[in-house]
Protein backbone atom coordinates (compact mmCIF):
# COMPACT_ATOMS: atom_id res chain seq x y z
CA UNK A 1 0.00 0.00 0.00
CA UNK A 2 1.37 3.44 -1.06
CA UNK A 3 1.01 5.87 2.19
CA UNK A 4 1.83 9.69 2.37
CA UNK A 5 5.13 10.14 1.38
CA UNK A 6 5.48 8.78 -2.83
CA UNK A 7 2.05 10.48 -2.91
CA UNK A 8 3.01 14.10 -0.73
CA UNK A 9 6.55 13.92 -3.16
CA UNK A 10 4.75 13.36 -6.54
CA UNK A 11 2.14 16.32 -6.08
CA UNK A 12 3.86 19.21 -7.05
CA UNK A 13 5.38 17.49 -9.99
CA UNK A 14 1.34 16.65 -10.64
CA UNK A 15 0.54 20.45 -10.32
CA UNK A 16 3.21 21.47 -12.55
CA UNK A 17 1.88 18.96 -15.36
CA UNK A 18 -1.43 20.17 -14.70
CA UNK A 19 -0.12 23.65 -15.28
CA UNK A 20 1.72 23.02 -18.60
CA UNK A 21 -1.77 21.47 -20.27
CA UNK A 22 -3.60 24.52 -18.79
CA UNK A 23 -1.93 26.95 -20.70
CA UNK A 24 -1.85 25.07 -23.45
CA UNK A 25 -5.55 23.87 -24.35
CA UNK A 26 -6.72 22.19 -27.24
CA UNK A 27 -10.42 21.81 -28.54
CA UNK A 28 -11.80 18.34 -29.04
CA UNK A 29 -10.41 16.04 -31.25
CA UNK A 30 -7.40 18.89 -31.84
CA UNK A 31 -5.53 17.80 -28.51
CA UNK A 32 -2.52 16.53 -30.33
CA UNK A 33 0.63 17.74 -28.22
CA UNK A 34 -1.75 17.15 -25.09
CA UNK A 35 -1.78 13.68 -26.45
CA UNK A 36 1.99 13.53 -27.35
CA UNK A 37 2.73 15.12 -23.61
CA UNK A 38 0.95 11.80 -22.12
CA UNK A 39 2.10 9.29 -24.21
CA UNK A 40 5.62 11.00 -23.67
CA UNK A 41 5.06 11.08 -19.83
CA UNK A 42 3.82 7.08 -20.00
CA UNK A 43 6.95 6.11 -21.77
CA UNK A 44 8.89 7.45 -19.54
CA UNK A 45 6.94 5.94 -16.53
CA UNK A 46 7.97 2.79 -18.11
CA UNK A 47 4.08 1.31 -18.55
CA UNK A 48 4.77 -1.73 -20.39
CA UNK A 49 2.60 -0.06 -24.01
CA UNK A 50 1.36 2.86 -24.71
CA UNK A 51 -1.09 3.20 -27.49
CA UNK A 52 -1.69 6.62 -29.21
CA UNK A 53 -4.08 7.65 -31.90
CA UNK A 54 -7.21 5.83 -30.52
CA UNK A 55 -11.20 7.65 -31.61
CA UNK A 56 -8.64 10.16 -32.92
CA UNK A 57 -6.30 11.74 -30.87
CA UNK A 58 -6.95 8.82 -27.51
CA UNK A 59 -4.12 7.66 -25.52
CA UNK A 60 -4.17 4.30 -23.81
CA UNK A 61 -1.32 3.06 -21.33
CA UNK A 62 -0.40 -0.06 -20.16
CA UNK A 63 0.26 -1.73 -16.74
CA UNK A 64 0.44 -5.12 -15.48
CA UNK A 65 1.77 -6.29 -12.69
CA UNK A 66 1.55 -10.09 -11.28
CA UNK A 67 0.49 -13.10 -13.21
CA UNK A 68 -3.15 -11.80 -12.49
CA UNK A 69 -6.09 -11.76 -15.71
CA UNK A 70 -7.95 -9.53 -14.13
CA UNK A 71 -8.28 -5.82 -16.07
CA UNK A 72 -9.75 -1.99 -14.91
CA UNK A 73 -9.57 1.10 -16.99
CA UNK A 74 -9.56 4.44 -15.52
CA UNK A 75 -10.52 7.07 -17.96
CA UNK A 76 -9.39 11.06 -17.81
CA UNK A 77 -10.61 13.49 -20.57
CA UNK A 78 -7.98 15.41 -22.71
CA UNK A 79 -10.02 18.49 -24.39
CA UNK A 80 -10.96 22.37 -23.40
CA UNK A 81 -13.68 23.99 -24.01
CA UNK A 82 -14.22 27.31 -26.33
CA UNK A 83 -14.08 30.39 -23.86
CA UNK A 84 -12.20 33.18 -23.00
CA UNK A 85 -10.23 32.90 -20.03
CA UNK A 86 -10.46 35.64 -17.59
CA UNK A 87 -8.39 34.28 -14.52
CA UNK A 88 -5.88 36.59 -15.16
CA UNK A 89 -3.57 33.38 -13.66
CA UNK A 90 0.12 33.13 -14.33
CA UNK A 91 -0.27 30.18 -16.50
CA UNK A 92 -3.58 31.20 -17.86
CA UNK A 93 -4.53 30.00 -21.44
CA UNK A 94 -2.32 31.10 -24.09
CA UNK A 95 -4.40 30.32 -26.91
CA UNK A 96 -6.90 32.87 -26.82
CA UNK A 97 -10.71 31.83 -27.14
CA UNK A 98 -9.58 28.05 -26.09
CA UNK A 99 -9.65 27.52 -22.04
CA UNK A 100 -9.65 24.33 -19.54
CA UNK A 101 -12.87 25.50 -18.08
CA UNK A 102 -14.06 22.16 -16.71
CA UNK A 103 -10.91 20.31 -14.86
CA UNK A 104 -9.62 18.35 -17.90
CA UNK A 105 -6.45 19.41 -17.55
CA UNK A 106 -6.62 18.40 -13.73
CA UNK A 107 -8.21 15.23 -13.91
CA UNK A 108 -5.79 14.38 -16.93
CA UNK A 109 -2.53 15.43 -15.22
CA UNK A 110 -4.14 13.34 -12.15
CA UNK A 111 -4.45 9.98 -14.23
CA UNK A 112 -0.94 10.66 -14.96
CA UNK A 113 0.28 10.91 -11.52
CA UNK A 114 -1.55 7.37 -10.31
CA UNK A 115 -0.20 5.65 -13.75
CA UNK A 116 3.36 7.29 -11.94
CA UNK A 117 2.46 5.52 -8.70
CA UNK A 118 1.25 2.27 -9.88
CA UNK A 119 4.04 1.90 -11.98
CA UNK A 120 6.77 2.23 -9.43
CA UNK A 121 4.99 0.47 -7.08
CA UNK A 122 2.99 -2.13 -9.29
CA UNK A 123 1.34 -3.36 -6.11
CA UNK A 124 -1.62 -5.23 -7.74
CA UNK A 125 -1.99 -8.17 -9.76
CA UNK A 126 -3.84 -7.73 -13.45
CA UNK A 127 -3.87 -5.07 -15.75
CA UNK A 128 -4.79 -1.38 -15.56
CA UNK A 129 -5.43 0.52 -18.55
CA UNK A 130 -5.07 4.47 -18.35
CA UNK A 131 -7.52 6.02 -20.94
CA UNK A 132 -7.58 9.44 -22.04
CA UNK A 133 -10.08 10.01 -24.03
CA UNK A 134 -10.62 12.91 -26.57
CA UNK A 135 -13.37 15.06 -27.32
CA UNK A 136 -15.29 14.57 -24.39
CA UNK A 137 -17.26 18.42 -24.28
CA UNK A 138 -19.59 17.99 -27.27
CA UNK A 139 -18.36 15.64 -29.75
CA UNK A 140 -18.82 12.29 -28.22
CA UNK A 141 -15.14 11.08 -27.96
CA UNK A 142 -15.81 8.41 -25.93
CA UNK A 143 -18.07 6.87 -28.40
CA UNK A 144 -15.46 7.49 -30.93
CA UNK A 145 -12.68 5.20 -29.10
CA UNK A 146 -15.34 2.56 -28.61
CA UNK A 147 -15.85 2.63 -32.16
CA UNK A 148 -12.36 1.94 -32.55
CA UNK A 149 -11.74 -0.97 -30.81
CA UNK A 150 -11.01 0.43 -27.17
CA UNK A 151 -12.64 -2.71 -25.33
CA UNK A 152 -11.89 -5.11 -27.86
CA UNK A 153 -7.99 -3.98 -27.36
CA UNK A 154 -8.20 -3.34 -24.07
CA UNK A 155 -10.75 -5.37 -22.35
CA UNK A 156 -11.78 -4.38 -18.65
CA UNK A 157 -14.25 -5.76 -16.00
CA UNK A 158 -14.93 -2.33 -15.19
CA UNK A 159 -13.56 1.24 -15.99
CA UNK A 160 -13.70 4.28 -13.58
CA UNK A 161 -13.66 8.07 -13.73
CA UNK A 162 -13.62 11.09 -11.62
CA UNK A 163 -14.56 14.75 -12.15
CA UNK A 164 -13.93 17.64 -9.72
CA UNK A 165 -17.41 19.11 -8.53
CA UNK A 166 -17.71 22.41 -7.25
CA UNK A 167 -20.43 22.79 -4.66
CA UNK A 168 -19.36 19.51 -3.06
CA UNK A 169 -17.45 20.35 -0.06
CA UNK A 170 -13.85 19.70 -0.10
CA UNK A 171 -12.59 16.21 1.29
CA UNK A 172 -15.42 14.50 0.45
CA UNK A 173 -16.00 12.47 -2.36
CA UNK A 174 -19.70 11.25 -3.62
CA UNK A 175 -20.78 8.57 -5.95
CA UNK A 176 -23.85 6.82 -6.44
CA UNK A 177 -25.65 3.28 -7.72
CA UNK A 178 -27.78 4.46 -10.93
CA UNK A 179 -28.11 7.58 -12.10
CA UNK A 180 -25.84 9.93 -11.60
CA UNK A 181 -25.28 12.86 -14.96
CA UNK A 182 -28.12 12.76 -17.23
CA UNK A 183 -28.94 12.02 -20.86
CA UNK A 184 -28.67 15.09 -23.49
CA UNK A 185 -30.43 15.46 -26.81
CA UNK A 186 -30.27 18.55 -28.83
CA UNK A 187 -32.50 20.08 -31.64
CA UNK A 188 -32.47 22.33 -33.93
CA UNK A 189 -36.34 24.30 -35.85
CA UNK A 190 -36.72 26.05 -38.17
CA UNK A 191 -39.54 28.04 -39.09
CA UNK A 192 -39.99 29.49 -42.74
CA UNK A 193 -42.15 31.27 -45.04
CA UNK A 194 -42.35 34.99 -46.29
CA UNK A 195 -40.67 38.00 -45.28
CA UNK A 196 -42.67 41.33 -45.60
CA UNK A 197 -42.59 45.09 -44.19
CA UNK A 198 -42.63 45.59 -41.08
CA UNK A 199 -45.69 48.10 -41.46
CA UNK A 200 -47.06 45.60 -43.79
CA UNK A 201 -47.13 42.14 -41.96
CA UNK A 202 -49.90 40.94 -43.91
CA UNK A 203 -47.88 40.51 -46.80
CA UNK A 204 -45.61 37.54 -45.36
CA UNK A 205 -45.47 35.40 -42.88
CA UNK A 206 -44.51 35.67 -39.68
CA UNK A 207 -42.20 33.42 -38.26
CA UNK A 208 -41.25 35.32 -35.09
CA UNK A 209 -44.98 35.01 -34.08
CA UNK A 210 -44.34 31.44 -34.36
CA UNK A 211 -40.99 30.89 -32.59
CA UNK A 212 -42.66 32.64 -29.68
CA UNK A 213 -45.62 30.47 -29.58
CA UNK A 214 -43.84 27.35 -29.52
CA UNK A 215 -41.42 28.79 -26.99
CA UNK A 216 -44.38 28.66 -24.66
CA UNK A 217 -46.28 25.18 -25.95
CA UNK A 218 -42.74 23.43 -25.74
CA UNK A 219 -43.26 23.29 -21.98
CA UNK A 220 -45.88 21.12 -22.10
CA UNK A 221 -43.44 18.31 -22.52
CA UNK A 222 -42.33 18.98 -19.04
CA UNK A 223 -45.61 19.76 -17.41
CA UNK A 224 -48.07 17.74 -18.84
CA UNK A 225 -46.60 14.96 -20.89
CA UNK A 226 -44.68 13.12 -18.26
CA UNK A 227 -44.76 12.20 -14.36
CA UNK A 228 -44.18 15.33 -12.54
CA UNK A 229 -41.94 13.95 -10.65
CA UNK A 230 -39.46 12.81 -13.45
CA UNK A 231 -36.46 14.90 -13.77
CA UNK A 232 -36.59 16.65 -17.60
CA UNK A 233 -35.56 19.87 -18.24
CA UNK A 234 -36.26 20.92 -22.14
CA UNK A 235 -34.65 24.48 -22.54
CA UNK A 236 -34.17 26.86 -25.50
CA UNK A 237 -30.63 28.11 -25.94
CA UNK A 238 -31.16 30.26 -29.05
CA UNK A 239 -33.39 32.18 -31.22
CA UNK A 240 -32.22 33.09 -34.13
CA UNK A 241 -34.32 35.55 -36.68
CA UNK A 242 -34.15 39.00 -38.81
CA UNK A 243 -31.62 41.97 -38.92
CA UNK A 244 -33.55 44.87 -40.13
CA UNK A 245 -35.57 46.48 -37.83
CA UNK A 246 -37.99 47.43 -40.16
CA UNK A 247 -38.43 43.86 -42.25
CA UNK A 248 -40.34 40.77 -40.26
CA UNK A 249 -37.78 37.70 -41.36
CA UNK A 250 -38.81 35.07 -43.08
CA UNK A 251 -36.58 32.63 -41.75
CA UNK A 252 -36.50 32.05 -37.36
CA UNK A 253 -34.20 29.44 -35.95
CA UNK A 254 -34.14 27.80 -32.36
CA UNK A 255 -31.84 25.36 -30.56
CA UNK A 256 -32.97 23.97 -27.24
CA UNK A 257 -31.74 20.62 -25.36
CA UNK A 258 -34.11 18.11 -23.55
CA UNK A 259 -31.88 16.61 -20.31
CA UNK A 260 -33.51 13.32 -18.24
CA UNK A 261 -32.34 10.34 -16.90
CA UNK A 262 -35.23 7.86 -18.27
CA UNK A 263 -33.79 6.75 -21.81
CA UNK A 264 -37.49 6.53 -23.04
CA UNK A 265 -38.16 10.27 -22.70
CA UNK A 266 -35.48 10.72 -25.90
CA UNK A 267 -37.94 9.30 -27.93
CA UNK A 268 -40.85 11.29 -26.26
CA UNK A 269 -39.34 14.11 -26.59
CA UNK A 270 -38.85 13.97 -30.15
CA UNK A 271 -42.13 12.97 -30.97
CA UNK A 272 -44.02 15.83 -28.82
CA UNK A 273 -41.32 18.35 -29.68
CA UNK A 274 -42.16 17.52 -33.57
CA UNK A 275 -45.71 17.44 -33.22
CA UNK A 276 -45.81 21.31 -31.47
CA UNK A 277 -43.52 22.49 -33.79
CA UNK A 278 -46.04 21.22 -36.82
CA UNK A 279 -48.70 22.14 -35.10
CA UNK A 280 -48.01 25.64 -34.84
CA UNK A 281 -46.16 25.16 -38.49
CA UNK A 282 -49.55 24.62 -39.72
CA UNK A 283 -50.88 27.22 -37.31
CA UNK A 284 -49.40 30.19 -38.80
CA UNK A 285 -48.92 28.72 -42.43
CA UNK A 286 -44.58 28.21 -42.05
CA UNK A 287 -42.64 25.57 -43.01
CA UNK A 288 -41.23 23.85 -39.70
CA UNK A 289 -37.94 21.37 -39.89
CA UNK A 290 -37.06 19.71 -36.98
CA UNK A 291 -33.23 18.55 -36.75
CA UNK A 292 -33.39 15.86 -33.39
CA UNK A 293 -30.05 14.98 -32.24
CA UNK A 294 -30.11 12.24 -29.70
CA UNK A 295 -26.86 13.12 -27.78
CA UNK A 296 -25.01 11.24 -24.62
CA UNK A 297 -27.19 8.45 -22.94
CA UNK A 298 -27.92 9.36 -19.30
CA UNK A 299 -24.78 8.01 -16.97
CA UNK A 300 -25.54 4.86 -14.76
CA UNK A 301 -23.14 3.76 -12.27
CA UNK A 302 -23.02 -0.25 -12.11
CA UNK A 303 -23.55 -1.64 -8.51
CA UNK A 304 -20.69 -4.15 -8.33
CA UNK A 305 -18.12 -1.41 -9.42
CA UNK A 306 -19.72 1.37 -7.30
CA UNK A 307 -19.24 -0.58 -4.70
CA UNK A 308 -15.76 -1.21 -5.10
CA UNK A 309 -14.91 2.66 -5.90
CA UNK A 310 -16.83 3.58 -2.35
CA UNK A 311 -14.69 1.28 -0.67
CA UNK A 312 -11.52 3.14 -2.30
CA UNK A 313 -13.22 6.36 -1.52
CA UNK A 314 -13.76 5.75 2.37
CA UNK A 315 -10.30 4.28 2.48
CA UNK A 316 -8.78 7.58 0.94
CA UNK A 317 -11.47 10.46 2.84
CA UNK A 318 -12.61 7.83 5.42
CA UNK A 319 -16.50 6.46 5.51
CA UNK A 320 -18.30 9.42 6.77
CA UNK A 321 -16.98 11.70 3.88
CA UNK A 322 -18.60 9.56 1.11
CA UNK A 323 -21.75 9.98 0.24
CA UNK A 324 -23.45 7.72 -1.76
CA UNK A 325 -27.21 9.72 -0.77
CA UNK A 326 -27.74 12.54 -2.85
CA UNK A 327 -29.32 13.48 -6.44
CA UNK A 328 -27.88 12.94 -10.04
CA UNK A 329 -27.07 15.98 -11.88
CA UNK A 330 -28.86 17.35 -15.02
CA UNK A 331 -25.49 18.00 -16.58
CA UNK A 332 -24.41 15.45 -18.77
CA UNK A 333 -21.09 13.14 -19.53
CA UNK A 334 -19.41 11.04 -22.55
CA UNK A 335 -17.85 8.83 -20.00
CA UNK A 336 -21.45 7.38 -20.28
CA UNK A 337 -21.11 6.16 -23.46
CA UNK A 338 -18.36 3.83 -21.55
CA UNK A 339 -19.86 3.00 -18.53
CA UNK A 340 -22.52 1.50 -20.97
CA UNK A 341 -20.07 -0.58 -22.53
CA UNK A 342 -18.21 -2.06 -20.48
CA UNK A 343 -19.47 -1.31 -16.51
CA UNK A 344 -17.86 1.19 -14.08
CA UNK A 345 -18.01 4.33 -11.78
CA UNK A 346 -18.20 7.80 -11.90
CA UNK A 347 -17.09 9.56 -8.87
CA UNK A 348 -17.54 13.32 -7.90
CA UNK A 349 -14.80 14.94 -6.25
CA UNK A 350 -15.59 17.69 -3.85
CA UNK A 351 -13.73 21.00 -4.33
CA UNK A 352 -15.99 23.51 -2.17
CA UNK A 353 -17.84 26.40 -2.59
CA UNK A 354 -17.40 28.82 -6.02
CA UNK A 355 -18.53 32.33 -6.90
CA UNK A 356 -20.05 33.93 -10.23
CA UNK A 357 -18.33 32.38 -13.44
CA UNK A 358 -15.96 30.26 -11.53
CA UNK A 359 -18.05 27.22 -11.61
CA UNK A 360 -17.67 24.52 -14.28
CA UNK A 361 -17.70 26.39 -18.10
CA UNK A 362 -17.27 29.51 -16.10
CA UNK A 363 -14.49 31.95 -17.81
CA UNK A 364 -12.95 32.67 -13.70
CA UNK A 365 -13.28 28.89 -12.84
CA UNK A 366 -9.66 27.72 -11.73
CA UNK A 367 -9.18 23.96 -10.90
CA UNK A 368 -8.32 23.35 -6.85
CA UNK A 369 -5.09 21.73 -6.81
CA UNK A 370 -5.91 20.91 -3.22
CA UNK A 371 -7.68 17.92 -4.32
CA UNK A 372 -4.62 16.67 -6.21
CA UNK A 373 -3.74 14.34 -3.49
CA UNK A 374 -7.33 13.24 -3.12
CA UNK A 375 -7.14 11.33 -5.94
CA UNK A 376 -3.97 10.19 -6.47
CA UNK A 377 -4.98 8.27 -3.08
CA UNK A 378 -8.28 7.43 -4.13
CA UNK A 379 -6.52 5.82 -7.58
CA UNK A 380 -4.21 3.62 -6.21
CA UNK A 381 -6.54 2.24 -3.12
CA UNK A 382 -8.99 1.44 -6.18
CA UNK A 383 -6.60 -0.12 -8.10
CA UNK A 384 -4.23 -2.07 -5.14
CA UNK A 385 -8.43 -2.91 -3.29
CA UNK A 386 -9.70 -4.00 -6.64
CA UNK A 387 -7.03 -6.08 -8.32
CA UNK A 388 -5.35 -7.32 -4.77
CA UNK A 389 -1.78 -8.45 -5.11
CA UNK A 390 -1.32 -12.64 -3.89
Not at 48 to 61: A, F, K, L, Q, R
Not at 206 to 212: F, K, Q
Not at 238 to 243: K, L
Amino acid sequence: MLHNDPIAALTPEVIAWRHHIHCNPELGFDENETARFIAEKLRAFGLDEVHEGIGGTGVVGVLRSGTGTRAIGLRAELDALPVVERTGLPYASRNEGVMHACGHDGHTAMLLGAARLLSQSRAFDGTVYFVFQPAEENEGGSLRMIEDGLFERFPVEAIYAVHNWPGLEQGTIAARVGAQMAAVDNFELTFEGFGAHAAMPQLGDDPILAAGAFVQAVQRIVSRSVDPQTALVVSLTQIHGGNVGNIVPGRVWLQGTCRFFEPGHSGHCEKVIGEIAHGIGVAHALKATLNYHKGYPPLINTAIATARAIAAAASTVGSENVSTEFSPSLGCEDFAFMIREAGGCYAWIGVGDVGPGEGLHGDRYVFNDEIVPTVLRYYVNLVEQTLPAS
